[in-house]
Structures are given as structure tokens and as C-alpha cells.
């Protein structure tokens, strides 16, 4: 096991490096530079441009120099947790970013785990007291929730929260707490305004991962060794937990690293609808306005989240099902 | 130890480079960020000099088996590494355990990863990895030391028994020595 937690650990140092070349030369790749978009809307303002003053800005952030010498800088600086400079803010990214970062983490792992909270049991239920009446309304339920566009469920959900807890429209805490240093007080204020995007998140995965359970245990439930077990008098519930669920969540493990990606880029557009102090509208906003570091940092985040989550999704399921699946059968 | 029996096995070289270079890339590029920093906060010490120190493990790891001699026989398996030798006797196996390791991708693509095989003894444990030559002779001898002690084998080892061509359950023909066996 240590063995291949290590050679797995290992595969992330240069799947990461090729991530952010790749992220560097595609946020290098629309024309001009962040300098030249700012000439441009110093012009459509009518305002002078001042070219010492813009030659001395592109020296200052480095422009003038080679793409690979660009790159590496930034790359070092990664690997340091340097983010490199806000152009449009004139900030460190670390600066600018501020908690957006931690409150995207919080945000997606919120809404991974209440995906998980709810399909699994669900899931679980229905396969077991499959064509029931409840395995019909629970179902239901479910692709209520994926059929249901996401900025309307938060849209609905933002009024309500207001009409029933008096929680405030939008953020992810009172106004008050925004930029604020960290306190018992803020932490609450996230909590109290946290389960709406979760929810909204949330949704959008569940009823898929309920039906893909499903689908999964009851094929197993309808295995040999399930029926034998039945006929030795094993009680169901510990028949239930020993093989077939150990079998059957294996999609659910290996979503992790999917899930993660989908939660993030759904929770772009949620941080939108539901005005989120998360990563989302930033980066929006930088990919725009060509603030190259401060996009590159946000991608980068994000994809090793996402590399983190195959990771941990491939060491659960080497432990959760160690059975291996030959076409062929061994080669000799 | 019957000699004229006796089967020797070795982690074949070729197949422990992969390894060698997992672990140098490993050190190397831990220690190579903290030496080339001006500055090491407490996070990269712990986040780099923690990836060096676990892959320079790795690598000790990968050179005890290099140096590791697996015998086989009827009576038992012996193995002998610069440091110790290890013997288990067929009929002291108390427990078995074969199991897959790959990425999600390697088994969608049912190609790649490696097998490991525990044999548990009286307080004592053997590892072997898929990569050992005559790993299939070597997984034969104990799933019939195994059926012979009465030892059960869970359904996910009884699965990857099969899957490699030998019945746990049944008397199945010993493998002929399989160099080349690879997942």
C-alpha cells in the first residue's frame, strides 16, 4: 500500500508541472498583454498614455522578458507560495486573494460532502427496497433536483432563507465580517449563509450518484454470493455492509476527482447568481482584464484540487477494492 | 529445505528501475527546492522534506528487494536479504492476502498496476509484489498451503487468484516458472 501511495504521490509532481505550462501558455494565449489592455481603456477614456510610464510597468512586471523565463519565474514562485503580482490591483495575488481561496475549499467541500450525505443513503435505500414507494418518491426527489437549474434553486433558496431566518441576500456572511480578520462571529456568519450554496451545488450531482448506486448494488444484490450468503443465514444488514456496498460505491469513490472539477466550475456561476466571495467572479474577471498571475493562480488552485481528489479517490479505492479486472488474463 | 526442489527467485533489475528513478526524482526535486530557496518557511520544510524523506524510504525499500533472494520449496519459503533470513513454513501459513493496486485509469483500461501477496505467519509477515519473478509460482505455493491449513481466503484474494489462473479452491497445475509474468 505504502508502495503505491508513493508511486501515485510521485505521478502528481510532473502531472502538476505539465498543469500549470499548460495553464501559463493558455492565459498567454490571447493577444496583446495586461498592459495593453490597460492602454486600450486608458484610451476609450479619453485619458494620455504615458509610454516611459508603460515601459517602466512592462520592465516592473517582467513582460519584456521570454515566455520560458516568464514561466519559470512564476513556476518557482508556486512552489515557494509566492502567487506572483495582481496587475490590476497592484497587490500580491496571496493579498488580493485573500480567503477567497479558503472559502472556494470550504464551499466545494461542503458541497461534496452533502452530495455524499444525501445519495448515499438514498441510494442505498432505493436499491434495497427497489419499486417501493419510497425508492419511487425518493427518486423523484432526486431528478427534481437535477432537472432544476441551478440559479433558480438559488435564487429561491436566497429568498427563503431571508423569509424564514432573516439571513442576509447574498455573500457568504453579514457585510460586516467582509475583509474582516477571522473570528467566532465570522466563522458563524459563514455557516449561517453557507447551506444555501452547498444546497444549490449540491443538488445538481446528487440525483446522478443516487441512480449510479442504485444501479450498482442492485447488481450486486443480484450476485451469487449474495443468494448464498442469504441461503447460510448471514443477517442482511451485515451481508449488506461486508460486500455488495463496499462493491457497488466504488463509482462513488472514483467520482471524487471528477466531482471536484464540476463543483468548482458549477460554483463559478453560482458565485455569480448568489454574489460568493469565492474564487469564481475573480476569476472571471482577471481572465478578462488578462491579469495573468491572478488568473494562473486560481486555475492552478483549482487543478490541484482536482489532482488531489484523483489521488485520494485512487488510494480509497485500491483500499476499498483491492480485486483486480483482467481482459485476458495475466500475460506471460 | 529440500534442495533438488528448491526455486530461486529475485526482483529482476529491469523491472526495479522504474522504482530507483520514482525515488531519485522524488529526493531530488524535495531537496532541490529546499536548497535552492533563500528562505524555508516550516510549510515547505514539511510539505518538501517530507516528499524527500518518503521517497528516500522508497528507495531503500526498492534496494532491500533488489538484494532480496526468494526461495521456494515444499516445505516453505525462505528469503534472504544482506541484513536477515526470513523462512515461513508451509505449514505454519495463518493467513493470505493478494491484493491489486492501479489507478482508476489502469483499471478501466484493465492494464497495469501490480499485485501484492502477504503470507502471514506466527508473528511474522512476507510481502511480495507482483513484479518478483515466478510470482505465479510463488502465489500457487501458498494458495495450496493455504487450502491445506485451512486457511479462508477473503472473496477480493480468492478473485485475484483466479484472475491470474490459479484456483484457491481447487488443485490447479504449479505454474512453470514465468519470468515474464507482468499485469
Redesign the interface.
Known amino acids: 500500500?505504502?508502495?503505491?501511495t508513493?508511486?501515485?504521490?510521485?505521478?502528481m509532481?510532473p502531472t502538476l508541472a505539465v498543469i500549470s505550462f499548460i495553464i501559463f501558455v493558455i492565459i498567454q494565449l490571447p493577444p496583446g498583454d495586461y498592459l495593453e489592455t490597460y492602454i486600450a481603456e486608458l484610451q476609450a477614456q479619453g485619458e494620455a498614455v504615458d509610454p516611459s510610464k508603460i515601459a517602466f510597468l512592462r520592465e516592473q512586471y517582467g513582460l519584456d522578458k521570454p515566455f520560458m523565463e516568464q514561466y519559470a519565474h512564476w513556476a518557482w514562485g508556486l512552489?515557494?507560495?509566492d502567487l506572483g503580482y495582481s496587475f490590476e490591483y497592484r497587490l500580491p495575488v496571496t493579498e488580493v486573494v485573500g480567503d477567497r481561496l479558503l472559502l472556494t475549499v470550504v464551499v466545494a467541500a461542503a458541497s461534496i460532502v452533502f452530495t455524499y450525505l444525501v445519495a448515499f443513503p438514498i441510494g442505498v435505500y432505493t436499491a434495497v427496497r427497489q419499486y417501493s414507494f419510497g425508492d419511487y418518491s425518493l427518486s423523484f426527489i432526486g431528478l427534481l433536483g437535477l432537472a432544476t437549474p441551478n440559479f433558480l434553486l438559488g435564487l429561491i433558496l436566497l429568498h427563503l432563507a431571508y423569509q424564514w431566518f432573516g439571513t442576509s441576500i447574498g455573500g457568504l456572511m453579514d457585510p460586516h465580517y467582509i475583509n474582516k480578520p477571522w473570528s467566532w462571529g465570522k466563522a458563524g456568519s459563514v455557516l449561517e449563509h453557507l447551506w444555501v450554496p452547498v444546497v444549490v451545488i449540491g443538488t445538481a450531482g446528487t440525483a446522478a450518484m443516487i441512480r449510479r448506486l442504485r444501479a450498482n448494488l442492485l447488481d450486486e444484490l443480484e450476485k451469487q454470493?449474495v443468494v448464498t450468503a442469504r441461503a447460510k443465514g448471514v443477517p442482511p444488514l451485515k451481508l449488506l455492509f461486508k460486500?455488495p456496498l463496499r462493491l457497488a460505491i466504488n463509482p462513488f469513490i472514483?467520482d471524487i476527482?471528477n466531482l471536484l472539477p464540476q463543483v468548482i466550475s458549477g460554483a463559478a456561476v453560482i458565485s455569480v447568481v448568489l454574489d460568493l466571495n469565492t474564487t469564481g467572479q475573480m476569476l472571471v474577471s482577471a481572465l478578462q482584464s488578462q491579469d495573468m498571475y491572478l488568473a494562473g493562480s486560481f486555475l492552478m488552485f483549482q487543478s490541484l484540487l482536482v489532482v488531489i481528489g484523483?489521488y485520494v479517490?485512487?488510494v480509497a479505492?485500491?483500499m476499498l477494492?483491492?480485486?483486480?479486472?483482467?481482459?485476458g488474463?495475466?500475460?506471460? | 529445505m529440500t534442495e533438488a526442489a528448491t526455486v530461486f527467485y529475485r526482483y529482476p533489475p529491469n523491472r526495479l528501475v522504474g522504482?530507483y528513478l520514482?525515488a531519485g526524482?522524488?529526493v531530488a526535486?524535495g531537496l532541490a527546492?529546499l536548497l535552492a530557496?533563500d528562505k524555508v518557511?516550516w510549510?515547505?520544510g514539511l510539505i518538501?522534506g517530507g516528499?524527500a524523506l518518503?521517497?528516500g524510504l522508497?528507495g531503500l525499500?526498492t534496494l532491500r528487494q533488489h538484494m532480496t533472494e526468494v526461495a521456494v520449496n515444499e516445505d516453505g519459503i525462505f528469503t534472504r536479504t544482506p541484513t536477515a533470513t526470513r523462512t515461513l513454513a508451509w505449514s505454519e501459513l495463518e493467513g493470505l492476502r493478494l491484493?491489486?493496486?492501479?489507478?482508476?485509469r489502469q483499471?478501466k483500461s484493465?492494464?497495469g498496476?501490480?499485485?501484492?501477496l502477504t503470507l502471514y505467519g506466527p508473528a511474522k509477515r512476507m510481502r511480495f509484489?507482483s513484479s518478483i519473478s515466478g510470482f505465479?509460482d510463488i502465489a500457487w505455493w501458498s494458495s495450496r498451503a493455504a487450502r491445506h491449513n485451512g486457511v479462508s481466503l477473503d472473496?477480493?484474494t480468492a478473485?485475484?487468484f483466479l484472475?491470474?489462473?490459479i484456483d484457491a479452491d481447487g488443485e490447479t497445475p504449479r505454474p512453470l516458472a514465468?519470468p515474464?509474468?507482468?499485469?
Open positions: 500500500m505504502l508502495a503505491y508513493l508511486r501515485r504521490l510521485l505521478i509532481i512552489v515557494h507560495g454470493y460486500y472514483a476527482g484523483v479517490s485512487d479505492l485500491a477494492d483491492p480485486r483486480i479486472r483482467l481482459t488474463g495475466a500475460t506471460k | 522504482d520514482r526524482v522524488g526535486f527546492i530557496s518557511t510549510v515547505m518538501f516528499l518518503a521517497f522508497f525499500r491484493r491489486y493496486f492501479g489507478s482508476h483499471r484493465k492494464n498496476g501490480f499485485l501484492e509484489e505465479r472473496p477480493a478473485g485475484n484472475a491470474i489462473g514465468d515474464d509474468f507482468e499485469l
